[in-house]
């Protein structure tokens, strides 16, 4: 079984910056697409970044675009995701996931979940 564990969530001040870390474990197929979703309190879940596995074809949330970068390590086996200039609206829990459905401007979560890992940006 595929199995996502997300890493490196925590509390950072607005301004500040995080890593996180999604260690991919189990089968995978190099034509996936990764990445992450998160979703704060009450609100809807919200495509933040993904990534082929490959690591040529990158995608981002509007509202991460230009602060945000994803990325893979040497060996494909975890995908990370380098928060910079962190928002108080960046506050959420952050899902990695896969595979994910590209659509236009639409993204669509696949069945492998992490756990999530809490990010919090406040002062």
């Known amino acids: 079984q595929v199995q996502l564990v997300e890493s490196g969530g925590g509390l950072v001040q607005p301004g500040g910056s995080l890593r996180l870390s999604c260690a991919v474990s189990?089968?995978?197929?190099?034509?996936?697409?990764m990445g992450w979703f998160r979703q704060a309190p009450g609100k809807e879940r919200e495509f933040v970044a993904s990534i082929m596995w490959s690591g040529y074809n990158r995608y981002y949330g509007d509202s991460v675009k230009g602060r945000f970068t994803i990325s893979r390590d040497n060996a494909n086996n975890t995908v990370s995701l380098q928060m910079n200039n962190l928002k108080p609206e960046d506050t959420a829990v952050y899902y990695c996931n896969g595979p994910i459905s590209v659509f236009g401007s639409s993204r669509f979560p696949g069945k492998y979940w992490g756990q999530g890992t809490q990010v919090t940006v406040s002062s």
């Open positions: 189990g089968r995978t197929f190099s034509s996936y697409v």
